[in-house]
């Protein structure tokens, strides 16, 4: 039977960490903090504006939580994300995103400096994280699959790493990721020829496409560790992954579950991006 790759022992592992951090930033004069912009009252924004709120708190992160109502205009929005920019005393900034139809993504996340974009939704962030430089910071949830592997001792250099999905959230940056730690990475899609095969190949198998249990048994060899970063819901209404969890733990090596496993790692990268922020701002 595989091992299973929980979240919440990366979790306590990083919080560990952080609040050391953040305890003696705030003895050099400094409190690492978050400033999170919700706008309306979606269901999906509050819970994880409360989730990242939770998570800031057990890691020794201010939070200061912004909320604006759905009608709120676009210029509105860009000037307290410019405001945000100049505060020093606030670290990190994240937008609850998607943003309602009226207002200009890309013009709001343009607006953010990439020193306090700590979710990589900046294209500076972006190009930081292609080129190898500490530019921003990397998204979230891709940084939690390499935190993962690397809690449990997984080794990256050398292996050949299968990344199934191509997203500027997710698929492209954890390549980029891997890549930068000494993987050969190839990137798939659902329309890739032949995927099956490419993913029987890989020693380490990331899944991020957004179709529930899409990854079966014909996806899997023995040994490989897996990565599975789907939340979708099957038809019974169970959260579950883009990987057949029962046919992963009968065949792989090791594997995230869903829920339990990736998803609660990124908000303790949130966290940590805040506190490395918070570290370069502060020159320590």
Known sequence: MAEILKGKAVVDSL?????????????????????????????DDIAYERSAAKCCEAAGVD????????????????????????????HGVLILRPLPAHIDDRAVCRALAPEKDIDGITEYSMAGLYSGK?????????????????????????????????????????????????????????????????????????????????VTEEYLSPGQVIIDIGINFDENGNMCGDVDYQAALGRSGAVTPVPGGIGRVTTAVLAKHVVEACSRLAGL
Do not use: W
């Open 15 to 43: 919080n560990l960490q952080l609040k050391r951090r953040a305890e003696e930033l705030r003895a050099a004069g400094v409190a690492p903090t978050l400033a999170i912009i919700r706008v309306g009252d979606s269901g």
């Open 63 to 90: 939070v200061r939580p912004r909320h604006f109502p759905a009608s709120a205009g676009e210029d509105e929005i860009i000037e307290y994300v410019r405001s945000l920019n100049s505060d020093d005393s606030v």
């Open 134 to 214: 500490k530019i921003g910071f990397a998204p979230c949830t891709a940084e939690a699959s390499i935190d993962m592997l690397k809690h449990y001792g997984i080794e990256i250099e050398g292996k050949h790493a299968v990344v199934v999905g191509r997203s500027f959230v997710v698929g492209k940056p954890v390549a980029m990721m891997l890549l930068q730690r000494n993987a050969t990475v190839t990137i798939c899609h659902t329309k890739t020829a032949g995927l099956p095969a490419i993913c029987r190949s890989a020693d380490i198998l990331v899944v991020a496409v957004g179709q529930a249990k899409l």
